[in-house]
């Protein structure tokens, strides 16, 4: 069955390190995938949008990349601030009528 | 940048009233608002999809006559939660984009907690 993994443990790093998120998905060949920030109590908020046709996408301190013949994308963040702490949510697109398959997300915790 | 509003943010209602949440695109034309259910630790679940001038598209599992909606013009789309019942306290978001595979712009949810 179609599956998206996130990393499943609540990720801790120093103020000013590279952060990196992983999204893997099994039984898929999606056209792009997507990554959104959510924050406790709102919805998610757009960061990125990676093709399959593009490796790596960049965004100020943010960067995604997409390898389909690991079916994985990293996304990264630069520099890391104690803002940049919330929960990460990387999704595919399904093929059809526009849905979107979520992953668990990822919380990101950035200590001062 | 695009802007979807949803009202209410929370609500508290008692087991066996239906309570109604709004989401409107403020600067943009929707034709297709989805509508999600999150619970605590989980991921969001597509529950609908609402199609403007059209009945909308329900997930397999979400009750159609439990969860009515309705997407009445190109900036407002509307869920109804039916005579509610506690397991039906849950996180609810909308979200539209601009276009086929842009990305979702979502509201900022509304807590339902019925008791």
């Known amino acids: 069955s179609q599956k998206i993994e996130q990393n499943s443990e609540a990720l801790n790093i120093q103020e000013g390190k590279t952060a990196t998120l992983t999204c893997n998905y099994t039984n898929y060949s999606p056209a792009y995938l997507q990554w959104y920030r959510q924050d406790p109590g709102r919805g998610p908020v757009f960061l990125l949008l990676?093709?399959?046709n593009e490796k790596e996408k960049r965004k100020e301190r943010l960067k995604v990349t997409f390898d389909t013949t690991l079916k994985q994308s990293l996304f990264h963040i630069t520099a890391s601030q104690p803002a940049d702490s919330a929960t990460y949510l990387c999704a595919l697109d399904a093929g059809n009528n526009r849905k979107l398959i979520w992953g668990l997300g990822t919380s990101l915790a950035v200590n001062p | 940048g695009a802007v979807v509003s949803q009202h209410p943010s929370w609500v508290i209602c008692k087991s066996g009233t239906s309570v109604k949440i709004e989401c409107r695109s403020l600067?943009?034309?929707?034709?297709?608002m989805f509508w999600y259910r999150q619970f605590p630790k989980q991921s969001l679940m597509l529950m609908a999809t609402?199609?403007?001038?059209?009945?909308?598209?329900?997930e397999q599992g979400v009750e159609k006559d439990k969860f009515l909606i309705n997407h009445a013009s190109l900036t407002l789309s509307t869920l109804t939660v039916t005579s509610a019942h506690p397991e039906d306290s849950s996180f609810y978001i909308c979200?539209?984009?601009?276009?086929?595979?842009?990305?979702?712009?979502f509201g900022n949810g509304t807590r339902l907690t019925v008791t």
């Open positions: 600067d943009f034309q929707a034709t297709t």
């Open positions: 609402s199609n403007e001038g059209s009945k909308a598209t329900y």
């Open positions: 990676i093709r399959e």
């Open positions: 979200s539209a984009s601009e276009g086929a595979r842009s990305p979702l712009h």
